[in-house]
């Protein structure tokens, strides 16, 4: 596997992972259970996804502007704040 595939599932993942996150932090409130891991696996994999989706941009940077392209932008951005 090159390091651009590697990027790419790196922040496709990730970013999965963040999404999933939201309504299990959810369930934990209404169930009374403790948050603070899940906000903690969160803030680490968008640390990840933010990164992922930057490395994967740096090495398609010679490439002309597509759709993957702007996939990645957008994560990189939306994780980014």
């Given amino acids: 596997m090159n390091a651009a595939a590697l990027t790419q599932r790196l922040y496709l993942l990730t970013g999965a992972f963040v ?42 940077r010679r490439q002309p502007f597509g759709g993957g392209h702007r996939v990645s932008l957008l994560v990189f951005v939306l994780s980014g704040l």
């Fill in 19 to 60: 999404l999933l996150c939201a309504p299990a932090i959810l369930l934990a409130e209404r169930m009374d259970w403790p948050e603070w891991p899940l906000h903690l696996a969160q803030q680490v994999a968008a640390l990840l996804c933010c990164a992922g989706s930057g490395a994967w941009l740096w090495l398609h």
